[in-house]
Nanobody
Framework: QVQLQESGPGLVKPSQTLSLTCTVS??????????WRWIRQPPGKGLEWIGY???????NYSPSLKSRTSISWDTSKNQFILQLTSVTFEDTAVYYC?????????WGRGTQVTVSS
């Protein structure tokens, strides 16, 4: 069974870059057919898809965040990484990583990121 764990700073200052890592166990991030997603939920709002990196290393991003988002991976550590530049208070949210595979979405527990000066 795959397990995903988000990690990174819980507090980021405005205009800085938010960087989060998702460590995957129980499955290789290069497993054929796997899509590794980042999703967030701002306080009082619904889920927002940020983007993904797939088993071939191809990426795709939400149009509204594309100019500030980069998702990469470290296959030697079985991790994938989110970077979101020029953060504002509106980027405060719980950030989740997830695996989309075989018609199932399996989630990490999420990590709170607060943007504050």
């Amino acid at each position: 069974q795959v397990q995903l764990q988000e990690s990174g700073p819980g507090l980021v200052k405005p205009s800085q870059t938010l960087s989060l890592t998702c460590t995957v166990s129980g499955a290789s991030i290069t497993k054929y057919g796997s899509y590794w997603r980042w999703i967030r939920q701002p306080p009082g709002k619904g889920l927002e898809w940020i983007g993904y990196i797939n088993y071939e290393g191809d990426t795709n991003y939400s149009p509204s965040l594309k100019s500030r988002t980069s998702i990469s991976w470290d296959t030697s550590k079985n991790q994938f990484i989110l970077q979101l530049t020029s953060v504002t208070f509106e980027d405060t949210a719980v950030y989740y990583c997830a695996r989309d595979f075989d018609w199932k979405l399996e989630w990490g527990r999420g990590t709170q990121v607060t943007v504050s000066s």
